[in-house]
T-cell receptor, first 112, second 115 residues
Framework: DQQVKQNSPSLSVQEGRISILNCDYT??????FLWYKKYPAEGPTFLIS?????DKNEDGRFTVFLNKSAKHLSLHIVPSQPGDSAVYFC???????????FGTGTSLTVIP | GAVVSQHPSRVICKSGTSVKIECRSL??????MFWYRQFPKQSLMLMAT?????????EQGVEKDKFLINHASLTLSTLTVTSAHPEDSSFYIC???????????FGSGTRLTVV
């Protein structure tokens, strides 16, 4: 059973607008969350993370929001750029860090 | 949705021994599986692409003789770390790509510690 879900397989956004990628999880023991970005024929690249003690983490154009009560996190990219077009994965782990659970990814296309 | 099962989730082994990690696709016949490695706070690095019935394709810098990959069936790929050294201690994770809406599905990973 998928413990981390990304229900939107794809998303298209106009350049300059905001991209919002969503991720839901079911395990309340998860306390560390990551977003990865993947270009074709490459491995996923770490983008940004957040621990459960925070509800927001910002790094340049990328902001991750965590809503623990809803078991939901989202990645905001603003302004979106064509180079942001990629597949984005969210992942979660518990404090042991021994296992990571990945979502199935959302393919983002930023239209020039 | 399809599930990828990876086993073991955690293993501690002595330096010089070999460790086998299994990746199973539980309800999908995967002709291709991907093996990744992650060092702490770093990105997942693609090690190799496992192809059912043929040789794996290794990424540059990955030793083929050290990281043996076998993909003998459509539902099972194994990664064997041979003659393990402490620097091989890492997090190893497998993945398959599913068509349509399932996208990439990852195993839950294996934490290898070589002492």
């Amino acid at each position: 059973d998928q413990q981390v879900k990304q229900n939107s397989p794809s998303l298209s956004v106009q350049e300059g607008r905001i991209s919002i990628l969503n991720c839901d999880y079911t395990n309340s023991m998860f306390d560390y969350f990551l977003w990865y970005k993947k270009y074709p024929a490459e491995g996923p690249t770490f983008l940004i993370s957040i621990s459960s003690i925070k509800d927001k983490n910002e790094d340049g154009r990328f902001t991750v929001f965590l809503n623990k009560s809803a078991k939901h996190l989202s990645l905001h990219i603003v302004p979106s750029q064509p180079g942001d077009s990629a597949v984005y994965f969210c992942a979660a782990s518990s404090n042991t860090g021994n296992q990571f659970y990945f979502g199935t990814g959302t393919s983002l296309t930023v239209i020039p | 949705g399809a599930v990828v099962s990876q086993h073991p989730s955690r293993v501690i082994c002595k330096s010089g021994t070999s460790v086998k990690i299994e990746c199973r696709s539980l309800d999908f016949q995967a002709t291709t599986m991907f093996w990744y490695r992650q060092f702490p706070k770093q990105s997942l690095m693609l090690m190799a692409t496992s192809n059912e019935g043929s040789k794996a394709t290794y990424e540059q810098g990955v030793e083929k003789d050290k990281f043996l990959i076998n993909h003998a069936s459509l539902t099972l790929s194994t990664l064997t770390v041979t003659s393990a050294h402490p620097e091989d201690s890492s997090f190893y994770i497998c993945s398959i790509f599913l068509p349509s809406n399932y996208g990439y599905t990852f195993g839950s990973g294996t934490r290898l510690t070589v002492v």
